[in-house]
């Protein structure tokens, strides 16, 4: 009895942990959407924390116009700022006017090129 006990706490402690882990991790997983209102396929995506050089998502073949597109950061960006600068380049040769995003607020709502 002491035994089938004592197995049951075991098994309940490993499954929540189990839990745990995997809430975590996702949780640790940040994104954003980038939605694309324009006419010209986005080609480049670049972000830069305030006063540092851009970095490039890599968003493959590019954003066509009217896609909406989720981007998963890297995470090595784990311990940068929450609010930095976001431009995109696209297939026309014109890039977007940089602004300036919290990255840690709202990452359901997409950041939209016109």
Not at 54 to 65: K, N, T, V
């Amino acid at each position: 009895m002491i035994v089938k006990r004592s197995l049951l706490v075991s098994t309940s402690v490993l499954a929540l942990s189990l839990v745990v882990n995997v809430a975590s991790a996702s949780a640790e997983q940040w994104y954003f959407f980038v939605k694309n209102n324009s006419s010209s396929t986005i080609k480049r995506l670049f972000v830069a924390e305030p006063n540092k050089s851009w970095g490039e998502f890599d968003i493959g073949s590019g954003i066509a116009p009217g896609e909406n597109t989720k981007m998963i950061w890297d995470s090595s960006t784990n311990n940068q700022q929450c609010r930095q600068w976001i431009k995109a380049k696209f297939a026309d040769g014109s890039e977007s006017t940089p602004s300036i995003i919290d990255f840690c607020q709202n990452l359901d709502d997409p950041i939209v090129f016109q």
